[in-house]
């Protein structure tokens, strides 16, 4: 079991930048991918990013390629998402989430541990 915590949503103007964390606890020796998803209201959930269990490897959605960067410290148990140039469409509820493979992927139902969410405002 592998318990995630998010933090660091909040209300930002477009063209600015947030940067998001979230912490694991739980079964955290073992080898396990992480990604970020957000949800808007009155949409599916969808993939951000993903990265691989010692960070070689990442992953992103088209949308956030180029300014969005996904990192994360093993050593701290927590995962990052450093959010840049925001647009209005980026305002969602984000979730952290996590399962024991070795490579990211981009589907929601692969991860079977997710966090409660932060939410994140861009205003225009």
């Known amino acids: 079991q592998v318990q995630l915590v998010e933090s660091g949503g909040g209300v930002v103007q477009a063209g600015g930048s947030l940067r998001l964390s979230c912490a694991a606890s739980?079964?955290?020796?073992?080898?396990?991918?992480m990604g970020w998803f957000r949800q808007a209201p009155g949409k599916e959930r969808e993939f951000v990013a993903g990265?691989?269990?010692?960070?070689?490897?990442?992953l992103y959605a088209d949308s956030v390629k180029g300014r969005f960067t996904i990192s994360r410290d093993n050593a701290k148990n927590t995962v990052y998402l450093q959010m840049n140039s925001l647009k209005p469409e980026d305002a969602a509820v984000y979730y952290c989430?996590?399962?024991?493979?070795?490579?990211?992927?981009?589907?929601?139902?692969?991860?079977?541990?997710w966090g409660q969410g932060t939410q994140v405002t861009v205003s225009s």
């Open positions: 990265i691989s269990w010692n960070g070689g490897n990442t």
């Open positions: 739980g079964r955290t020796k073992s080898r396990y991918t």
């Open positions: 989430a996590a399962d024991f493979r070795l490579m990211p992927v981009a589907v929601a139902t692969e991860y079977n541990y």
